[in-house]
């Protein structure tokens, strides 16, 4: 597509439900990336794809947190038994190669209740 | 890890000034990027800089890395101008671009 469309927009959930945001990156872009942004915490990233492998998964918050990346394409971050301090803004964004400019998304704003 | 530090955290501007806002990294950096988050909260790339200067019409960049700074200079500021500000890097030897950001700038242009 033109750009990195991301799914949900907003998402509202209860306390310990599981939640799914979908990332659709930029055709041809190899390399996808996962940040939140939250008010207390800035723009933090969370996880890297190059094609389906995650090689770097260091800001994965906790066990609760998941991603997969399938056919070099589309992810999902899947969050388990959501807590409060889930609630932030979920932004991917992808990148041709391993350098140069990453292209983000306009976010899943995640609110749990 | 490294550190990005903006400046200054805040800043109001009445329309046809201009700024200037800076972005000190703690390590030497591979990838340096300045982008706008527009009120809707997408982050809108301004500038892949990681040395040099970059100009792109009223805004221009630029970067020093031997001195682990970037100036984002900013003219004739727009009402539209207004918004965060964010510059992010890639530590060195990085190649994944992860990036680490900066806190943000919050420019508020008044009419």
């Known amino acids: 597509g033109a750009g990195v469309s991301q799914s949900p927009s907003n998402k509202v959930t209860e306390k310990g439900k599981d939640v799914e945001l979908r990332c659709d990156p930029i055709?041809?872009?190899?390399?996808l990336y996962w940040y939140r942004q939250s008010l207390g915490q800035g723009l933090e990233f969370l996880i890297y794809f190059q094609g389906n492998s995650a090689p770097d998964k260091s800001g994965l918050p906790s066990d609760r947190f998941s991603a997969e990346r399938t056919g070099g394409s589309v992810s999902t971050l899947t969050i388990q038994r959501t807590q409060q301090e889930d609630s932030a803004v979920y932004l991917c964004?992808?990148?041709?190669?391993?350098?140069?400019?990453?292209?983000f998304g306009p976010g899943t704003r995640l609110l749990v209740l | 890890g490294i550190q990005v530090e903006q400046s200054p955290p805040d800043l109001i501007l009445q329309e046809g000034a201009n700024s200037t806002l800076r972005c000190n990294f703690s390590d030497s950096v591979n990838n340096l990027q300045w982008f706008h988050q527009n009120p809707w909260g997408q982050l809108i790339n301004l500038f892949y800089?990681?040395?040099g200067t970059k100009q792109n019409g009223r805004l221009s960049a630029t970067t020093v890395a031997t001195e682990r700074y970037s100036l984002l200079y900013i003219s004739s500021s727009q009402t539209t101008d207004s918004g965060v500000y964010f510059c992010?890097?890639?530590?060195?030897?990085?190649?994944?671009?992860?990036?680490?950001f900066g806190q943000g700038t919050t420019l508020q242009v008044k009419p």
């Open positions: 800089i990681p040395s």
């Open positions: 055709s041809g872009h190899t390399a």
């Open positions: 992010a890097v890639e530590n060195l030897p990085g190649n994944t671009g992860k990036l680490i």
């Open positions: 964004a992808s990148l041709r190669g391993g350098w140069g400019t990453q292209y």
